[in-house]
């Protein structure tokens, strides 16, 4: 589903020990690093700045190869001295064989490790939740690019709605939480004439341009992408990676 999801962190340091602690006990090893940016393949940490404020009240999902790997995801969080947001268990609620665990990164934000019978090859992030003022006016927003993006029709609730990628999944959700802030997320391409589309379709409904469709460089490789900000202030990238 996820080219990548990116948040940004008011203390990127801390951050980035908080991610490197509980990615490793799942045995997930970044992919590049830089003074900017490191990357797990599909996950993203940023340092926070004047334009880009840091993320919050966010919950992202990473998958676990086993039940054991959940219970060493936790343990190293809460050894390391981490907050605790639900000890390892059954989640019967989400899936008959649903076992997770959850923690809170330095900001607040709440990091997921879950083993169950639907995880899919393909990207570290299982799921992800984003909390919104509005289900129907995000889930418009998102219907409308739904063909740009790979998402699907997914599973329903009193309180949010989901859409279901190749791999992964991503659900709207108010449930009188906190609003979540300031993640991008990035949907691949197959081609230069979807972004244009995902660009066309969301601005022609409104939806305000962080750039248009466009060349640039990211770790040698040549992308072509447009952004754009989703009806709570997120961004959505549609990204097309070229070789030449």
Known sequence: MFDHVAIHASDRPASERFYRTVLDALGIEPSSADAGTIEWDDFRLLAADRDHPHTRHLHVGFIAPSREHVDAFWQAAVDAGYHDDGPPGERPQYRRDYYGAFVLD?????????????????????????????????????????????????????AGVQFRGAWATFSLVNDGRPLTENVHMAFPAPDRKTVDSFHRIATGDGHRSIFPPTELQHLGEVNYTTCIVDPDGNTVESVFHETR
């Open 106 to 158: 330095p900001d607040g934000n709440s990091a997921e490790a879950v083993h169950h019978g639907d995880t899919r090859p393909g990207g570290h992030i299982d799921h992800l939740w984003i909390r919104v003022r509005d289900v129907p006016t995000a889930e418009a927003f998102y219907t409308a690019i739904a063909r740009h993006t790979g998402l699907r029709e997914g599973r329903r609730w009193d």
